[in-house]
């Protein structure tokens, strides 16, 4: 099957610092990639869809200014969290879609990255 | 009202024992059903899914979902040590790429 990665899986850092997270469709090329946020014992919440080579569509109620997305080819997508405060500390998933499909089952998740600000 | 329910559990039952998850929706633009299986500090991985009513088999689980009542179910045979995790059910309406999660039932099967 396709495999997603991402890249750290957990990292540490101090309030006030940016973090970046990086999202890699390894086998397949997917024009569609998508940045979730789960809370302990909590369902995904979609955060932003980012599409290749175009600006990320944000869920109301992300600030779009905190959360950069960048989705520079067809295979990477990136979340940098800027400003960390410790009330971003959440664990962030990404998933993929595979190019010329219409149903979105056919996304593929990645392992998640934790994030603990201090 | 949220839009789609899903007990979170925890659920434990015996190894061997007969599982049974559901969800509840409210939006019946749904056409989408999924179940996903996420182990602790994983990403999800999709189980089953099914397009519009009816049931779908794979293996030792079975997927049923029930358009008129709004309710969807995954069952899974013969329940493992292995199975427990927690299991999303999700779903998709027309016309768009939006997924919608329940909360997860967070499943123990003791050995």
């Known amino acids: 099957g396709a495999v997603v990665s991402q890249h750290p899986s957990w990292v540490i850092c101090k309030s006030g610092t940016s973090v970046k997270i990086e999202c890699r469709s390894l086998d397949f090329q997917a024009t569609t990639m998508f940045w979730y946020r789960q809370f302990p014992k909590q369902s995904l919440m979609l955060m932003a869809t980012?599409?290749?080579?175009?600006?990320?569509?944000?869920e109301q109620g992300v600030e779009k200014d905190k959360f950069l997305i960048n989705h520079a080819s067809l295979t990477l997508s990136t979340l940098t969290v800027t400003s960390a405060h410790p009330e971003d500390s959440s664990f962030y998933i990404c998933?993929?879609?595979?190019?010329?499909?219409?149903?979105?089952?056919?996304?593929?998740f990645g392992p998640g990255t934790r994030l603990l600000v201090l | 009202q949220k839009e789609v329910e899903q007990d979170p559990g925890p659920l434990s039952v015996p190894e061997g024992a007969i599982v049974s998850l559901n969800c509840t929706y409210s939006?019946?633009?749904?056409?989408?059903f999924m179940w996903y299986r996420q182990y602790s500090r994983k990403g999800p991985e999709l189980l089953m899914y099914t397009y519009s009513s009816g049931n779908k088999e794979d293996g030792r689980f079975t997927a049923q979902v029930d358009k008129s009542s709004k309710y969807i179910s995954l069952f899974i045979r013969d329940s493992q040590p292995s199975d427990s995790a927690t299991y999303l059910c999700a779903m998709i309406g027309t016309g768009g790429f939006k997924t919608i999660f329940g909360a997860g039932t967070r499943l123990f099967v003791k050995a």
């Open positions: 939006n019946s633009a749904f056409q989408y």
């Open positions: 998933s993929a879609a595979p190019p010329h499909t219409s149903d979105q089952e056919t996304q593929y």
């Open positions: 980012s599409n290749e080579g175009s600006k990320a569509t944000y």
